[in-house]
Nanobody
């Protein structure tokens, strides 16, 4: 199983980025996918998740609600995180994770215990 994040970079406050999480070795349609982030000196934080395609429900952390949107492209076996109205507090390394079950508790506790992780992509928002 391999998850590869991409799309990070440097953006000005108020700008937008779209992160991608491309998978190989698993069919993301059957997995729950989550995005986490870790800012310098802070713990890992759940950002967003999308359930397996049969359900498709989504979850967002309070700090990103209304600004971020998660989506899935089954044909590309990729999950996206569209990030808008970025601010310096969004600066972090963003990771995607995949597992057959991702609970709200897991999201709120930083994803510890999830089995499949990417290596992360860095997002830097300048003020």
């Amino acid at each position: 199983v391999q998850l590869v994040e991409s799309g990070g970079g440097l953006v000005q406050s108020g700008g937008s980025l779209r992160l991608s999480c491309a998978a190989s070795g698993i069919d993301l349609d059957y997995y729950n996918i989550a995005w986490f982030r870790q800012a310098p000196g802070k713990g890992r934080e759940g950002v967003s998740s999308i359930s397996a395609r049969a359900d498709g429900s989504t979850w967002y952390g309070d700090s990103v609600k209304g600004r971020f949107a998660i989506s899935r492209d089954s044909a590309k076996n990729t999950v996206y995180l569209e990030m808008n109205s970025l601010n310096p507090e969004d600066t972090a390394v963003y990771y995607c994770a995949a597992d057959l079950l991702i609970t709200t508790q897991t999201l709120e506790k930083g994803g510890y215990g999830l089995r499949n992780w990417g290596k992360g992509t860095t997002v830097t928002v300048s003020s």
